[in-house]
């Protein structure tokens, strides 16, 4: 399962840099969105195996949180439901 502290730290997307990991057949990326001062924090996944870029919008979900400690932490929970309601699909997904 994700493991929190396995996704990079809060002070690492501030300064606009893009996470990505997979689990299980899915993947998923956080970024810093939005403008300043009122920045957030979004998070996408998709099945497997394309990268984020190679794959069509309307493959990925996102959900956006709010650019704080707490933001992250829930943005991690919804990776991990994704992960679970979506397994299915994950396990589904081919693999390179």
């Known amino acids: 399962m994700l493991?929190?502290?396995?996704i990079l730290s809060l002070n690492f997307l501030s300064y606009g840099g893009i996470f990505t990991g997979d689990h299980c057949g899915m993947r998923y990326r956080m970024a810093r969105t939005?403008?300043?001062?009122?920045?957030?924090?979004?998070?996408?996944v998709w099945p497997e195996p394309l990268s984020f870029d190679a794959t069509?919008?309307?493959?990925?979900?996102?959900?956006?949180?709010e650019f704080t400690e707490d933001g992250r932490t829930a943005?991690?929970?919804w990776l991990k439901e994704q992960y679970q309601e979506r397994k299915e699909e994950w396990d589904r997904a081919p693999r390179i």
């Open 56 to 65: 069509e919008a309307a493959r990925r979900t996102a959900c956006t949180f």
């Open 75 to 77: 943005a991690i929970l």
């Open 3 to 6: 493991d929190e502290k396995q």
């Open 34 to 44: 939005g403008e300043k001062p009122d920045f957030t924090l979004t998070a996408w």
